[in-house]
């Protein structure tokens, strides 16, 4: 086994790097987005227009309750038949799947982090003259950024490990390079345990860098 591991990283380690960057791509393409529009949503939520908070949780309720491949599958198909002069790529359809999923979770995990924080924190902000929209600005928000970065991080080592699905349609991330090295070689144990490996490896490095974001932050409070 091991010299047919070797065999195959020395014939198709490109294949495997190539597919690492779009994993990576498609990973911070998703957390990016979905970070800024979980964020929104988070705030729309504690709205005080019932409307706009009946929407927003029954969205994150909608997407939390359906599975990722389900979601993948409906964005594929649906897109580019209801926007067919867009023309999105296949890579495109997959990225706004991921970010519709993401976005749910991440408005949670924001939701939290400006729960976290004491309410006093608002009271004494609005005492001092600042609006609703001030205080939640530059004094909750500032200070729910440290419960939420850690989390956040954390959402990036998930969607990591769930753009695995995406190779349902072929979009060359890693789980399509093994698809093709399988093709290729009819190899099965060894193509999918250098596709484990260097899964474990990225999340490994992360999850060891947010621990130590987390302890860095605790000893700054």
Not at 60 to 68: A, D, I, K, Y
Not at 114 to 143: C, W
Not at 177 to 203: M, Q, S
């Amino acid at each position: 086994m091991l010299q047919n591991i070797i065999k195959v990283l020395s014939k198709y380690g490109y294949l495997f790097a190539d597919g690492l960057w779009i994993t990576i791509e498609l990973s911070l393409i998703t957390v990016l987005c979905s970070s800024v529009l979980g964020s929104l949503l988070a705030i729309a939520r504690r709205s005080r227009l019932l409307p706009v908070r009946f929407l927003c949780t029954a969205y994150v309720e909608v997407v939390r309750g359906t599975p990722l491949l389900l979601q993948l599958y409906f964005f594929y198909f649906m897109l580019p038949n209801l926007v067919p002069a867009l023309k999105l790529s296949e890579f495109t359809c997959v990225v706004i799947a991921l970010v519709f999923n993401s976005v749910a979770y991440v408005a949670e995990i924001v939701r939290a982090g400006i729960g976290a924080v004491d309410r006093g924190q608002m009271e004494a902000a609005r005492s001092l003259g600042l609006s609703s929209k001030q205080a939640m600005i530059h004094v909750v928000l500032p200070q729910a950024v440290k419960n939420i970065l850690p989390a956040l991080c954390n959402e990036f080592v998930a969607i990591i490990k769930e753009t695995s699905l995406a190779s349902t349609f072929f979009i060359g991330d890693i789980m399509t390079t093994y698809k093709t090295i399988n093709g290729f070689t009819f190899l099965i144990i060894e193509p999918l345990l250098i596709a484990g490996i260097i899964y474990f490896c990225v999340t490994f490095v992360l999850s060891k860098a947010i621990a130590a974001l987390e302890r860095k932050m605790k000893a700054s409070d």
